[in-house]
Each structure stands twice: as structure tokens, then as C-alpha cells.
């Protein structure tokens, strides 16, 4: 069977907002969202941690042209979700690499990636996946390197941008 990941996408252009030691519970995460889309903001990847002593860190990222919206808002987020603090890293990129539904059927794919990335020194800051994609997020330093691996090893087409 041939591999199912047939292109990689990179988006430079993101910032990393995590918001730490939120109170976990129902209803914190669709007041996080919605507070960001009434001001229209899209989110590109969530990713929250397991909760430890009632608390969670959730951690997403949205465009760099969307940060100071995001700051203008951060004591109503911090405030709202009782966090124990907020953090910004600009210095980071989203690779999204998409296949067939295969993906999910397929042992393997992403570990297969993962040593890839490894073996050329790149670690992986966030990892989602989905039916059809993989969405990891790496350092904006090490994105040429590990689109040049990636393409060497898997041959994908790469393309790059935002949505």
C-alpha cells in the first residue's frame, strides 16, 4: 500500500497561545472559542493536556495578524476561565500533512513522520490529528529542514501559505 499523505501544507505565519491552569470544567472551552470567534478570530489547532488537580492547560494557535486582538482580550480570557496565566510564542510554524482517509486506517503514518522529523533534529511542540491529517506544530527556525527531509523521504508536494 502506498503511503496516504499526499501533501504537505506549512503556515508560518501563526502565533502559540496557551493558556495555563484553566479550571476544568464543562463549558470553559466553548467560552474560550466563542469569546475568540465574536471578535473574529479563527483558530487554527487546539490542543488541551490532561487535567491535573482540576486544572488544564489549552493550548491553540491563530494567525500572527490576529495576536493583538488576542491581547487586547486577555484579562477577559484569563478572568473568565479562572487560568493561571497566559503565554505567546510567535516562533513557531503549523505543517499539516493531508492523505486520504487512509490515514486513520493506516498503522504507522504517523509514527513514520515523527522518526522522520527526529532523525533530522525537529521536535514536535503539538500534534492533532483527524480522519484525513496530520497537524503538527515545530519550531519556525527548523521548518526548512523538515519540509527538506520530508519531501526527500516521502516525496510530497509542499505547499505554503494560510488559509
Do not use: C, H
Not at 475568540?36 to 487546539?46: C, D, Q, R, Y
Not at 490532561?50 to 491563530?62: C, E, H, Q, T
Amino acid at each position: 500500500m502506498a503511503f496516504p499523505v499526499e501533501e504537505l501544507w506549512v503556515n508560518r505565519k501563526v502565533v502559540k497561545v496557551i493558556l495555563r491552569g484553566v479550571k476544568d470544567k464543562p463549558g470553559i472551552a466553548a467560552d474560550i472559542f466563542e469569546k475568540l470567534a465574536s471578535k473574529g478570530i479563527n483558530v487554527e489547532l487546539i490542543v488541551s493536556g490532561p487535567s491535573s488537580k482540576g486544572r488544564s492547560d489549552i493550548a491553540f494557535l491563530v494567525l500572527s495578524s490576529q495576536l493583538a486582538m488576542i491581547q487586547d482580550m486577555e484579562d477577559e480570557l484569563m478572568e473568565s476561565t479562572d487560568a493561571m496565566g497566559i503565554g505567546y510564542d510567535p516562533k513557531v510554524a503549523l505543517m499539516i500533512f493531508y492523505g486520504s482517509k487512509e490515514i486513520s486506517r493506516t498503522p504507522g503514518v504517523a509514527a513514520k513522520i515523527f522518526n522522520i522529523l527526529a532523525e533530522a533534529g525537529v521536535n514536535i511542540e503539538m500534534v492533532s490529528t483527524s480522519i484525513d491529517s496530520i497537524s503538527i506544530v515545530v519550531r519556525e527556525e527548523l521548518v526548512d529542514r523538515a519540509v527538506m527531509v520530508l519531501t526527500d523521504v516521502l516525496g510530497l508536494s509542499v505547499e505554503e501559505g494560510y488559509l
